[in-house]
């Protein structure tokens, strides 16, 4: 599209995309606190121009948890294996 990045260069640094597909605000909406402690918020949908669609944005959170290492468990997190390998 053209768009270049934050620093001006027409590539963008893959962390940078990484934050975008990882951060709602891009989608649109936001998370307020609604007394200053973190458990507590609300969502505002539609509170900035979207550069994301909402169907994007949740079928790259379902791609990053399939490809995630970590496996969440009751005595909490841990890895799927020790090794990294590309044969499987």
């Known amino acids: 599209m053209g768009i270049k ?6 590539t963008w640094p893959k962390r940078s995309i990484d934050v975008m597909l ?9 998370r307020v606190l609604d007394n200053g402690k973190y458990e507590s918020y609300y969502r505002v949908e539609n509170n900035n121009p979207a550069i994301i669609s ?3 944005f949740q079928a790259v959170q379902i791609e990053k948890q399939q490809r995630s290492n970590v496996i969440e468990s009751e005595e909490g997190n841990k890895r799927k294996n020790k090794k990294y390998s590309s044969k499987q």
Do not use: Q
């Open 54 to 56: 909402k169907e994007t």
């Open 5 to 10: 990045s934050p620093t001006g260069k027409a």
């Open 22 to 30: 990882s951060n709602e605000k891009y989608m649109g909406n936001v």
